[in-house]
């Protein structure tokens, strides 16, 4: 199973609205095939490791990270093909969130008389597929707030200057986390600021993720990096009623896609965003900023865990850029907490991730 999850995560950022799936076929303790799903449309992971195992396949046990679909989508069910193929016994880490299977891929498979065998490794499955879970439970995608900064939390000096604050380590691992998404976000204050592309460099076989810029005036320029820098993966530029349409149609000519959204105090609505981005089948958004908008996301009740990169350097002073804007809590009770933390050294930076936990609200409606 400890393999199976690795080559689900292969599939990370690239199989939506599907999840990333790892198949190993095993006979005799000995690994006869395996697969993993690569994109929509595509075979799963159970039919390609079946593929692979071929006749080895009879009499084996097949691992999968989870469990087997038994509905027609644009592929015939994997308990079909686990059934013919003379498996004797399938052993899954969780559970398929997704209706259409939930329990009855299991049932499939032990009406037919096939063993199976469920929870193996199931925690770690779960924080694999956590965007697919979100997804498939809520119609909205996972968002993860990633912020750069120094350790008093400033993201530049007082003059903008802000090349860079964090080390070439964590800026790689970024990139890397940018891989295995399926959306990168940030708001306009950071294209009109920074230019910065939100490609994917320097990892193997890394693919760009969507790039959506939240611009409720559409101040975007249409020759911005994010959205004529030679990127296939497209820019998604998500204004509201307001802006004009010039401006619209000058990104539209350049080669982005805009779409006009809710406003919430005179800004896109943030939950109205992730909706449509869900509706589009995005498991995973990764939101890189600026202040304002990582402000926004938290204050709009869409940030699932964060991503803090913290620079062992103190910029100080009144006027430089906080990490996160807005108005902030009012009161320190009001304050979002994080759970599930972990700390670690990434080259000379440290890396704290968690979950965000507001204490005292419900979560905003996507609608």
Known sequence: MHRALE???????????????????????????????????????????????????????????L??????GRTPPCTDAIIEAGIRRVV???????????GAGAATLRAAGVEVVDGLLRDEAERLLEPYVKHRRTGVPLVTLKLG????????????????ITGEDS????????????????????VLADDPALTTRGVPDGRDALRVV????????????????????????????????????????????????????????????????????????????????????LAARVVDRVALFYAPIVIGGESAVPAVGGFGAERVEDAFGLSDLSVR???RDLLVEGR????????CSPD
């Open 7 to 65: 080559l689900a995560s292969r599939g990370l950022g690239r199989t939506s609205p599907n999840p990333a799936v790892g198949a190993v076929v095993a006979r005799g303790g000995v690994v006869v095939g395996e697969g993993w799903h690569r994109r929509a449309g595509e075979p799963h992971a159970e039919r390609i490791a079946l593929g692979n195992a071929g006749e080895a396949a009879v009499g084996a046990e097949i691992y999968v990270t």
């Open 67 to 72: 469990e087997p679909c038994c509905h027609h």
């Open 92 to 102: 899954y880490a969780m559970p398929d969130p997704d209706p259409r299977c939930a």
């Open 149 to 164: 900064m120094s350790l008093d939390g400033k993201i530049a000096t007082r003059s903008g200057h802000s090349r860079w």
């Open 171 to 190: 800026r790689r691992l970024v990139h890397e986390m940018r891989n295995r998404a399926d959306a990168v976000m940030v708001g306009v204050g950071t």
């Open 214 to 297: 939240a611009d409720s005036s559409a101040r975007t320029p249409p020759a911005a990096a994010v959205v004529s820098g030679g990127s296939d993966a497209g820019c998604l530029v998500a204004c509201t009623e307001a802006a004009p349409q010039e401006r619209v149609d000058a990104l539209v000519a350049a080669g982005a896609e805009v779409i006009r959204l809710p406003e919430r105090e005179g800004r896109v609505a943030l939950p109205a965003l992730m909706a449509e981005l869900g509706r589009r089948g995005t498991l995973s958004v990764l939101l890189e900023g600026g202040a304002g908008l990582a402000w926004g996301a």
């Open 345 to 347: 050294h990434v080259g």
């Open 356 to 363: 965000v936990s507001p204490a005292n609200e419900e979560p």
